[in-house]
């Protein structure tokens, strides 16, 4: 019996996903998913890949916001399998916004390896980023201090780098849509500057 249709709604599902392949479609290839479910029900979900003219779509951009895969890891061509997607658990949801509609895509445990390497380009270690929760609180003096200057917060650099990688894959995946050559290094890149403009503009 063939494992059942998944359907993206509004209400957020979570699928791992077992095989990735990009097959035909009516308006473009799609990509097809062979998935599991989080109560462990197989199914086969559809996605938007390619336009007829092999423009990526916005799953595609979706994809790329996770980390997982990069603008050079994108084809349009039938029968290739997208590897890179495979054995790893997304939560896929459909958003109406301003009278239209698209999917949304992120990817569930683990942090990213585009995140783990921006973060190794930056130089940033990694109680910069994340905060240690079992971390000893600072004493509190008898006589408080003159107000120090800000400080960058872990809370807020990971929102800073957060901002900046989203504004990085937007312009990147653009430069794809329009017939640039681009890959990862140039999202790290991108990223990099992002953030340390973003920092010496004191953009929060």
């Known amino acids: 019996m063939a494992a059942p249709i998944i359907k993206i709604t509004k209400d957020p599902i979570?699928?791992?996903?077992?095989?990735?392949?990009?097959?035909?479609?009516?308006?473009?290839?799609?990509?097809?998913?062979?998935?599991?479910?989080?109560?462990?029900?197989?199914?086969?979900?559809?996605l938007p890949w390619a336009s007829k003219e092999g423009a990526m779509s916005g799953v595609v951009q979706q994809f790329i916001r996770t980390g997982l895969i990069g603008p050079e890891d994108f084809t349009p061509d039938e029968g290739a399998y997208i590897e890179l997607l495979h054995g790893h658990t997304f939560e896929f949801e459909r958003v109406f916004k301003d009278g239209s509609q698209f999917i949304n895509v992120k990817k569930v445990g683990g942090e990213s390896p585009l995140k783990a390497a921006a973060v190794k380009e930056l130089g940033l270690e990694e109680q910069q980023i994340v905060?240690?929760?079992?971390?000893?609180?600072?004493?509190?003096?008898?006589?408080?201090?003159?107000?120090?200057?800000?400080?960058a917060t872990p809370e807020s650099l990971n929102a800073l780098y957060d901002k900046a990688l989203g504004h990085a894959l937007n312009v990147v995946t653009q430069l794809a849509e329009n017939g640039y050559e681009v890959s990862t290094a140039d999202v790290l890149a991108a990223t990099a500057t992002l953030f340390i403009g973003y920092q010496k503009e004191g953009v929060k």
């Not at 599991?36 to 029900?41: F, L, R």
């Not at 905060?131 to 120090?148: I, L, S, V």
């Open 131 to 151: 905060k240690t929760r079992d971390a000893a609180p600072y004493p509190t003096p008898k006589t408080a201090p003159a107000a120090p200057a800000s400080r």
């Open 14 to 46: 979570t699928l791992t996903i077992q095989k990735a392949k990009v097959v035909s479609g009516n308006f473009g290839n799609q990509i097809w998913c062979a998935c599991i479910d989080a109560h462990g029900e197989e199914g086969t979900l559809y």
